[in-house]
């Protein structure tokens, strides 16, 4: 068996090894001593040391890395590398886009990608702003100029948006909600842990633990709620089968255009999406949905708080177009009037990915780096470390700095060297909805509070995990401003 094992990777042979400083029986023992902050440093240190290809071990299985941007969009456009590893099968959901295997992935996203179209996402501009009038509410109820855990309010923000544009505000009404939403936050917890922790993958060991118990249980009310919403939204359309003309067709795309409607309109006309596919893309929909927009919007709300500089810079530019004529509609066009608090959420996009590596295995042998590798590598790209490499980003790359995104930076800089939504056919179907949903909401909190923080950029350091989380709590001080000045 050893002797099969090292003819499979006679190829790595001239590829750069990381040596672990502690192994037994050639397992990699180094990263399991250390706190998740360490691991995160010395992961980050490890991908930046090692300028193109390298090899590194996880367990007994060897993985291919790399933060180049020029081999992480062959590996990520590649035709045959859009296959996701086993890294991504204990979050289950195996028939939504997330951990879908290649085949059923590819029939599902030719199907969905119209859901995100420019006119669907304009539809969803009065959801985003409904709740962003109502994260303003809820920070306006805290003590004036005292200190909040600002994640807790832009979590809760962005769930309801998510919950709203995917289920129907209507069903967030419905009894068993509460019990829905906290099911929903504690699979994604579940899903988290059980990554990180090798010795939870087998589904023998994973279900001696308590918290087998306690993933099931949630999974099963948070099924049962969204599967009556299923069954109620077949009802509605089995009652109204008429077609549209073209005029009502138009006056329909300024209405929300609700995901799970978008699904069940698919599995009408065009693919069949069975009741579990619904229910799994459904739930991939929201948990990239909310850790990307929630997440992102405390950091970047951490970063202004830290830059007061940059903060005023973002307000005078939302305080020139902020509020807008009452005839005008907000709209996604609308938003890109705020080009500096753009360049601002993409450097905390560059600063603070929300996902910092992404994983993919090869179904045919590919040539990389003027390597023939062998079908089944598994393939880890740190997105964390390309967004801080010094011969792509200058020598100040560990500075925050919105400037990186001005037009004559980027023009010189990479086209790959910015990758926050991954990139390729497989990159975050949801990329330009994040970005609308929380440039609205760091318009809405600009607008209305100063914020501010003892901590520095230098203080940050972050926790290994699926999602980019740092290791305090975001503490925030607001203060409102009176007469939005």
């Not at 009556?228 to 003309?245: G, L, T, V």
């Not at 450097?347 to 040539?367: G, Q, S, T, Y």
């Not at 980027?410 to 179907?429: D, E, L, N, V, Y």
């Amino acid at each position: 068996m050893l002797l099969l094992i090292q003819a499979g990777r006679a190829f790595a042979r001239n590829i750069p090894a990381i040596v672990p400083n502690i192994s037994f029986l050639g397992l990699d023992l180094s990263l399991i001593p250390l706190s998740d902050e360490d691991r995160f440093d010395a992961i980050s240190t490890m991908f930046l040391q090692q300028k193109r290809l390298f090899t590194m071990r996880f367990g007994p299985i060897m993985l291919l890395g790399t933060c180049h941007p020029e081999l992480m969009h062959v590996l990520l456009t590649h035709p045959d590398c859009l296959e996701k590893p086993f890294l991504y099968d204990v979050a289950g959901y195996e028939n939504g886009l997330f951990s879908a295997k290649y085949n059923l992935w590819k029939s599902q996203r030719k199907a969905l990608n119209p859901t995100f179209n420019s006119k669907i996402l304009n539809s969803f501009v009065s959801i985003f702003e409904s709740c962003c009038r109502q994260l303003v509410s809820n920070l306006s109820q805290c003590e004036d100029g005292g200190t909040v855990n600002i994640l807790d309010y832009t979590s809760k923000c962005t769930l309801e948006m998510v919950c709203s544009t995917t289920l129907g505000s209507e069903n967030l009404q419905k009894d068993g909600k509460n019990a829905f939403l906290h099911g929903v936050e504690q699979i994604f917890d579940f899903i988290s842990r059980r990554m990180l922790n090798i010795h939870h993958y087998p589904e023998l060991l994973y279900r001696m633990t308590s918290t087998c118990q306690e993933d099931r249980a949630a999974r099963k009310v948070c099924k049962e709620f969204v599967e009556k919403i299923i069954k109620d939204k077949r009802d509605q359309a089995s009652q109204s089968a008429e077609p549209e003309d073209v005029d009502t067709q138009e006056e329909h795309f300024r209405k929300p255009q609700l995901f799970i409607d978008q699904l069940l309109s698919i599995s009408q006309i065009d693919r069949k999406f069975s009741d579990v596919e619904i229910l799994d893309n459904i739930f991939t929909i929201m948990a990239a949905g909310n850790d990307t927009s929630g997440l992102e919007v405390a950091h970047a709300c951490l970063l202004l708080a830290m830059h007061p500089e940059i903060q005023e810079k973002v307000f005078s530019e939302v305080a020139s177009f902020f509020p807008v004529e009452e005839e005008e509609e907000i709209n996604a066009d609308y938003l890109k009037r705020f080009e500096y608090t753009e360049m601002f959420l993409k450097e905390c996009l560059r600063f603070c990915p929300v996902a910092p590596h992404v994983a993919r295995k090869n179904l045919v042998p590919i040539d990389l780096d003027g390597v023939t590798i062998p079908a089944g590598n598994v393939f880890v790209c740190s997105i964390y470390a390309l967004h801080r490499r010094q011969d792509f980003w200058g020598p100040h790359a560990e500075l925050f700095n919105p400037e990186n995104f001005n037009l004559e930076h980027c023009k010189a800089r990479h086209p790959a060297a910015f990758m926050p939504f991954s990139t390729g056919t497989r990159s975050c179907i949801g990329g330009r909805y994040a970005m609308i949903s929380m440039k609205l909401m760091i318009l809405h909190i600009v607008r209305n509070f100063k914020l501010s923080t003892h901590l520095k950029t230098s203080d940050l350091r972050f926790r290994f995990g699926i999602t980019l989380r740092p290791s305090f709590k975001h503490l925030i001080r607001i203060e409102k401003r009176t007469n939005h000045a």
